[in-house]
């Protein structure tokens, strides 16, 4: 069965500080897998995926992502954050097929201080 | 462009009480939709996801249902609700191909008290 850990329930970071929120994964064959962040009392909003090719994956908000085979792991980075980073972040992988559900882990709470 | 819509924002209800909350998606035709509940602002549970009109996945037994009446509406119900039911409720879509690439995309959410 797919499943993802993101092992820290909170990260803490100076603003202006590079950030890196981690995700491990467990799949069979071939991982699709995303990053999502949560404002307070807000939906989810997609920030990237990896799908195949480039390791080094872009997204919104100056935020990307590197995947790493080996390691099974999708850690998500910034080079600098900002007070308005702080939010929950969620790993995700999609399991089978294309037609059923993402499996999201247990979510990261990032706190950028000023 | 595709927008997903969620009502009410905010709901109180009394234990044993029913439930109705909807979810509607524009922009896009036969998506995959989904229910999660989030507690205490932390991990989403998956509740139920549709392919189709009438077609209903359910992850957790409880107390809850769904239904899909029409092809871009989501119904989340229970006839009596619980206290453990109090969480904030998210709608999804997808788009329905065969590709596991496609991302979900997230309503504003539906926080639910039951007192």
């Known amino acids: 069965a797919q499943s993802v850990a993101q092992p820290e329930d909170q990260v803490n970071v100076a603003e202006g500080n590079p950030l890196t929120v981690k995700c491990t994964y467990s799949v069979s064959g071939n991982p699709y897998l995303f990053w999502y962040v949560q404002y307070p009392n807000r939906g989810l909003q997609f920030l990237l995926k990896y799908i195949t090719g480039d390791n080094l994956v872009k997204g919104s908000y100056g935020f990307e992502a590197e995947f790493n085979k080996s390691q099974t792991s999708f850690h998500l980075k910034k080079p600098s954050a900002l007070v308005s980073d702080s939010a929950l972040y969620f790993c995700a992988v999609r399991q089978n097929s294309g037609n059923t559900p993402l499996v999201f882990g247990k979510g990261t709470r990032l706190s950028v201080i000023a | 462009s595709q927008t997903i819509h969620q009502w009410p924002a905010t709901l109180v209800q009394p234990v044993g009480s029913p439930l109705s909350l909807e979810c509607t998606v524009e922009g896009t035709s036969n998506p995959n939709l989904y229910w999660y509940r989030q507690a205490a602002g932390r991990g989403l549970q998956l509740l139920f996801y549709?392919?189709?009109?009438?077609?209903i996945s359910s992850e957790v037994p409880q107390n809850l249902s769904a239904s899909r009446p029409q092809d871009r509406q989501f119904i989340l119900s229970s006839k009596k609700l619980l206290l453990s039911d109090s969480g904030f409720y998210l709608c999804?879509?997808?788009?329905?191909?065969?590709?596991?690439?496609?991302?979900?995309?997230f309503g504003p959410g539906t926080r639910l008290t039951v007192l």
């Open positions: 999804a879509w997808s788009v329905r191909t065969s590709g596991r690439y496609n991302e979900q995309f």
């Open positions: 549709s392919v189709g009109i009438g077609q």
